[in-house]
Structures are given as C-alpha cells and as structure tokens.
C-alpha cells in the first residue's frame, strides 16, 4: 500500500471496501479524503484503522464521519480511541454520524471524541486544524446553506488548497433500514478557474435513494455495489447494474464501486455496471487512490 500522493486536487484513499464482511486480508468500508487541508476518515469498518496507519498519522485525521451504525462502517473507531488514549491528553477528534451509532461505541462518553449527531437536512464544515498531532478542533456546524461557522480552524492548517478554504458536507438520507447517511463533500470558497469538483459516498443503500438528493454537479461518485443483478432485492443494497444506472441518471463525471461482498465476483460485477453506466467504471481496492 503507497501513501496518497500530495496533490493538489483532492485525493480518496481506500481504507477498505469489502461489503457487509471482510474477505481475506480484507477490510470492511472506509476511505480517506484529504482536501483543502483537511483530512477526513469517512466510514471506520473493521481493519481500516490497520490500513490507515499504513497511508497517514492518523493524529492528521480532522474529523470522522460514520455512515450508519452496522459494524462493517465503523467498529474500527473503538480502536482509534485506544490509540488516541495512549497518546496522552489531546483536543477530542469530531465524530460525526446518525442517532444511535454512539451509544453503541464502547467509547461513546470518553473524551477522545468530540460526538456529534447528524441528521440529513445537516450542513457540516470541516476546517483543517492549525498544527499537527493535535486532533480535532477544525469542525464546526455549518448553518444550514453552502457556508459555515468554521471557526478559528478553518484556516490555520498548512496544505491550503488552490481555491478553497475547507470542505463543506452535505448528507441524504438512504435506503438502508437503520438510519444511513450519504455524503457530499464540496470544497468551500473554491472558485477558481480549476475548481476542485464534488466528491459523493453513498454509504450503503437500495435502489430507493438516488445520487441526484445530493445535488446536481457531482464529479466522483463513491457508489456501493454489493451484489450483481441476479441478487437484486435480496437485501437493501445495490447491484452493480444499479449503480450503474443511478450514476448514469445523476449524470456524474466518474463512478468508483465500493462495498462488493467478498463472494462475489470482481468481473461480472464491472461488467454489468460498465454496461449500465455507459463508460468503464472503477473498482475500489485497498490503497487505491482517486483524485477529483
Ligand atoms: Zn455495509
């Protein structure tokens, strides 16, 4: 596994991606995002903490955010906050998922963590924090439109991206059963002649959530396929037929498929999404890096 490239777009480093358990070797679904500064830990499934000590300092991580509370997206944090413990006192890391995935921490009073409930209507600000080794600090509620209190860590970080100045959230509620949150991450202020595009992650969903509720414009699609079309409706998911067509539909510039269950096959599932989608499409694997 390489270390993600210091680039000056923004960079999706796969942690995991394996759907539902992890395969061999394998590691459950969790990606880092660093962009404009800010570095992001979205989704924390079993084996991804592992992985992301191969790629970062995980002390850089500005703010986690946690999908829904099935453990194969975030079990992983628990041992994050064994790590931070033995760090020594430090600012809290913000954690920011739906109602329920915190009481289900076995850390989800400890100081290490700076929780934080979302719901879908949300707009988060994230902001880099002013030095490293110090975790948290750099998130702060937005206030609801595209721009946000971010507080005096906005802009202390080094990395400072052309054009933007911290990262904007956004979130959709799919269709998943327990309370699952997609995600849209915008760099804020960016308005230059090259602006950074729109990153999306559709957690986990069935085909009753469409990329579109995040809104119009976004460049790479994070988009789960867990199973191939003969499969579909088994569970609330998404074959890779279906996300297909949900990117083709939300007319988003690339497509990268996530969350594939360890049993099925890599090929066929490329197969029938590229079809669907009208382009090749990507695979995520672990250390797999894409800009956008
Ligand atoms: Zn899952």
């Not at 070797?25 to 992985?51: H, M, Q, R």
């Not at 880099?128 to 110090?134: E, F, I, K, L, V």
């Not at 009753?208 to 396929?225: F, H, R, T």
Request: some cysteine.
């Amino acid at each position: 596994m390489g270390r993600a490239p210091a680039a000056e777009r923004g960079t999706l480093t796969v942690l995991g991606c394996d759907g539902s358990y992890p395969g061999p070797g394998g590691a459950g679904s969790g990606y880092l995002v660093e962009v404009a500064g800010v570095a992001v830990w979205l989704d924390a499934g079993p084996g991804t903490f592992a992985n992301l000590q191969l790629v970062s300092n995980p002390g850089a991580v500005d703010a986690v955010i946690l999908s829904h509370e099935h453990p194969d997206h975030w079990s992983d944090v628990d041992s994050y906050a064994v790590w931070l413990r033995e760090r020594g006192p430090a600012r809290p890391v913000p954690v920011y998922a739906p109602p329920g995935l915190r009481e289900r921490s076995y850390f989800g009073e400890d100081p290490v963590f700076d929780w934080h409930e979302v719901e879908p209507s949300q707009r988060i600000a994230l902001g880099p924090r002013g030095d490293s080794g110090t975790p948290g600090g750099g998130a702060h509620r937005g206030d609801g439109a595209h721009s946000g209190d971010r507080g005096a860590g906005a802009h202390g970080g080094g990395g400072a991206h052309r054009g933007g100045d911290g990262i904007l959230c956004s979130f959709s509620a799919t269709d998943h059963g327990p309370p699952t949150l997609a995600v849209r991450l915008d760099v804020s202020g960016c308005t230059g002649p090259d602006p950074v595009g729109s990153l999306a992650y559709s957690a986990d969903t069935g085909p009753g959530w469409a990329p579109e509720e995040l809104g119009p414009g976004i460049e790479l699609l994070l988009c789960e396929a867990t199973y191939t079309r003969d499969h579909e409706g088994e569970a609330r998911h998404l074959s890779g037929r279906q996300a297909g067509r949900a990117a083709s539909s939300a007319g988003v510039g690339r497509l990268v498929l996530t969350h594939r269950r360890p049993s099925i096959a890599e090929g066929a599932l490329v197969a029938e999404a590229d079809e669907a989608f009208g382009r090749p499409v990507h695979l995520a694997a672990p250390g797999r890096v894409f800009e956008w």
